[in-house]
């Protein structure tokens, strides 16, 4: 059994890759839900949606987001009611909102809710929230000579991620538990894969859960990254922006520091290849891949790479 | 000011004519809300929609309800996960009953959510729900050989009336209070216009507010109604399937009668001069005149008639 870390859209690609390189129902992926949020009343989960979606193969791939064959007809008739509609809920997106907030409502926990939306995608991946309590980020920005704390979507969506980032906290992790499932699944992972996903707001939620953190540090020969930043910059999102101010250098390097404690080896693009030394300097095994994923077949083979690297 | 008890699109129809008649402004609708009911954890009044939308010059007047222009793509999403989806919700309708959810969550009542949608349409006119309390039709119909209970929409819609009925109530409406405005807009108004719709379950549960029926007794001499019973049938909907049942006969004397303690004037269609006589017995003034709004045009003609009948 293999286990991932996953956030959103990165892991997803990834997450396609590894499920052609191993039987799907070998994988237990457990993702963030700090980005969930509420909107119009619903509760929406991006990161969840973002991998059920990609495994599903019903993603679109050119938008980068959301689904495919995707419209906006409810969002653009909620606008006549003066509603901020600047998070892009898409119909057939909303029709998950609607019964993922329904079960909730019911009593559903959202372990449960995350496993039958799966199942109605076809999704033979297992896939756990983080946890069934309420984590959200909130990020404090500097706007206006002060600091004020916004929710993450309102930052990275409404304000396209442009204020300044002074601090990150992840509201309700302290008490958080982990999922049913969750302890579980990195106790007996042959391997554990961490995304290249945000280190910050990706997987730092996941290690803030009480637990998460303490059972990978005990596995950590398992443990391996895939490093989300290439190059110097984010393959995609706003991981700069996040990093930086936190302290954590923007560099497969800086990575490899962030994650040493808990990961032995870490996958670095090609183009990085010459921050190997830094990265081991860290601790840290470094294994050059060729990390962009630019389709399915790309992917696999890199989670083929990854999977090696702790074999 | 003129106020009119209003149930769906019989009521809708005729409000569209009376405001071609009047100003709109002077015209108050206390609307039934007693079909409202949770779809996918949304508040759906389809009475208070069918006249806003109707009034907004918005309503499919093809299909005879609903929005011009509608498409269903969150519903037939919303199949995937095996929820019931026989009551058709809209993808443009779906965006107010979002809307009204979440400000009722809020805690706003139903009459400032009211408001607030029929503003947002730029309906001139003021609609008030009859309370904002929570009343519900419920009906019990003969089955397998049972008596059982269902919700209006249930028998309505997804049963296509078909169940023959054995009983109606309206759950709640002993302790529901009228919406504010509501008791003052029967005291102060010029003329009450009962609309053409189902006496059983439209207005039915209007009068089952404790208030309103003494309110409409008081002013017995300024309140006409329209009978929606046109030829022995009702023009459109179920009344014919619920009167009978509970003792009403389906003719406009029928209707007479069951009105008679708060209601002066019955406007009978044409067909039915010959009925005049019948509804006289039941002490009500019989008016004729041509009912079936085919037309804005025809309406604001049958809004003229009903009104002299009071003035």
Not at 16 to 25: H, Q
Request: with cysteine; proline share 5%; aromatic share 4%.
């Amino acid at each position: 059994m293999l286990t991932a870390l996953a956030g959103g859209v990165g892991a997803a690609r990834f997450l396609a890759g590894l499920v052609r390189a191993v039987p799907p129902a070998e994988v237990v992926a457990i993702v963030n839900t700090a980005d969930d949020e509420e909107f119009h009343g619903l509760h929406v989960s991006p990161d969840l949606d973002s991998v059920t979606y990609t495994l599903a193969g019903a993603s679109n791939s050119e938008q980068g987001w959301g689904l495919a064959g995707e419209s906006f007809r409810v969002l653009d008739a909620l606008a006549r009611y003066g509603v901020e509609t600047w998070f892009r809920l898409g119909d057939l997106d909303l029709a998950t909102h609607l019964f993922r907030t329904q079960r909730l409502r019911a009593g559903a926990p959202l372990s449960t809710v995350t496993a039958e939306i799966a199942r109605a995608w076809g999704v033979g991946t297992r896939l756990l929230p983080m946890t069934d309590d309420r984590v959200a980020t909130r990020i404090s920005v500097r706007r206006d000579g002060g600091v004020h704390e916004c929710k993450m979507q309102e930052w990275f969506v409404r304000d396209r991620a442009e204020p300044e980032v002074v601090s990150v906290r992840f509201e309700g992790a302290s008490t958080a538990r982990p999922a049913p499932g969750v302890l579980d699944a990195l106790e007996a992972a042959e391997a554990i894969v961490v995304c290249p996903s945000n280190p910050v707001i990706s997987i730092g939620p996941l290690l803030a859960v009480p637990g998460i953190r303490d059972a990978l540090v005990a596995r950590r020969d398992r443990v391996v990254a895939i490093s989300p930043i290439v190059g110097g910059a984010p393959v995609k999102g706003p991981a700069d922006r996040l990093m930086a101010p936190l302290g954590i250098e923007v560099s497969c390097a800086g990575v490899a520091r962030a994650y040493a404690d808990f990961c032995s080896a870490l996958v670095i693009d090609e183009i990085d290849s010459g921050a190997a030394e830094a990265v081991e300097a860290a601790g840290v095994r470094a294994v050059v891949a060729d990390t962009m994923m630019r389709s399915p077949e790309v992917a696999a083979a890199l989670a083929r790479r990854t999977l090696a690297a702790v074999a």
